[in-house]
């Protein structure tokens, strides 16, 4: 999945709301940002894992945030069904 098909798409934003979405098999894709921290991604890229989701993390954190429409910056973003 690219970055640009993330405006057109429903998404969540946020490692709370992307991990419950996961959780709750809502999820077809999630981006994480590439400057995101470890310690704060790691523990989705796992669920996601576990979970058969796809993860990108190629864009930075503030690419994704744009991406988003949003004026911050976002550690992970899902794309939802």
Do not use: W
Not at 27 to 32: C, E, I, P
Not at 35 to 44: D, H, I, Q, S
């Amino acid at each position: 999945m690219q970055l640009d098909e993330l405006k057109r798409a429903e998404h969540v934003t946020g490692i709370k709301q992307v991990t419950k979405a996961v959780n709750k098999n809502q999820v077809v894709f999630v981006f994480l940002g590439s400057n995101a921290e470890g310690r704060v991604t790691e523990p989705l890229k796992s669920l996601c894992n576990d979970k058969g989701v796809p993860v990108e993390a190629e864009y930075t954190m503030e690419e994704l945030g744009k991406a988003c429409s949003i004026g911050v910056k976002a550690a992970a973003v899902a794309v939802l069904r």
